[in-house]
Nanobody
Framework: QEHLAQSGGGLVQIGGSLRLSCAAS????????MAWYRQAPGKPRELVAS???????AYNDAVKGRCTISRDGAENTINLNIDMLKSEDTAIYLC??????????WGQGSQVTVSS
């Protein structure tokens, strides 16, 4: 079954760091891009960061300079690190994978709450 398994998140202090991971099942083939989105209460879903199969990355201006998206050795596993967390980083974070065989697949979502 095709799925994305997310891990990480939870309650983090302002100024702290966050690490999220996302592993795509081996049944998802021909992935050309993976990404992290987030959705805060009352706000639209927004792209946080993306990485292509070739390793090209892109970042939302809101996290640029304090965020890194990376591949974890295995081709279909990605990580998201955000440093210097702010209260406005509070959101549900969702992993996505775009593949030629399956279209876009979403992870289950991870709540991240940044608080003092």
């Amino acid at each position: 079954q095709e799925h994305l398994a997310q891990s990480g998140g939870g309650l983090v202090q302002i100024g702290g760091s966050l690490r999220l991971s996302c592993a795509a099942s081996t049944s998802i083939h021909l992935i050309y891009q993976m990404a992290w989105y987030r959705q805060a209460p009352g706000k639209p879903r927004e792209l946080v960061a993306s990485i292509t199969a070739g390793g090209d990355t892109a970042y939302n201006d809101a996290v640029k300079g304090r965020c890194t998206i990376s591949r974890d050795g295995a081709e279909n596993t990605i990580n998201l690190n955000i440093d210097m967390l702010k209260s406005e980083d509070t959101a549900i974070y969702l992993c996505s994978a775009d593949s030629h065989s399956s279209g876009r697949i979403w992870g289950q979502g991870s709540q991240v709450t940044v608080s003092s």
